[in-house]
């Protein structure tokens, strides 16, 4: 069973910058596809980033194109969301999610959260 744990988020001011981690075990990192999503109070949950296997593939969500990076490290296997230029709108509950096939099984296993604030 797969495991993931979220790592970085807080409160911060308009303009301001985050990383956010997220660390994982018990699946072969390097071939999942990871990807952040977030949900705001009263929102559905969306997505925001993904990044595959690879690593050479990466693509986001209007609202955060230039403004946030995901990027892996396969040998820590870890995920990191990068989040400059931060807006209130921004605020939210960010998840880590991982996707991919095992043993001929799907999976997809998600992170508890960490929280994002963004406010003057």
């Known amino acids: 069973q797969g495991q993931l744990v979220e790592s970085g988020g807080g409160l911060v001011q308009p303009g301001e910058s985050l990383r956010l981690s997220c660390a994982t075990s018990?699946?072969?990192?390097?071939?999942?596809?990871m990807n952040w999503f977030r949900q705001a109070p009263g929102k559905e949950r969306e997505l925001v980033a993904v990044i595959l296997s690879a690593g050479a593939i990466s693509n986001y969500a209007e609202s955060v194109k230039g403004r946030f990076t995901i990027s892996r490290d396969n040998a820590k296997n870890t995920v990191y969301l990068q989040m400059d230029s931060l807006k209130p709108e921004d605020t939210a509950i960010y998840y880590c999610?991982?996707?991919?096939?095992?043993?001929?099984?799907?999976?997809?296993?998600w992170g508890q959260g960490t929280q994002v604030t963004v406010s003057s």
């Open positions: 018990g699946f072969t990192f390097s071939s999942a596809s």
């Open positions: 999610n991982a996707r991919g096939i095992t043993r001929g099984r799907n999976y997809n296993y």
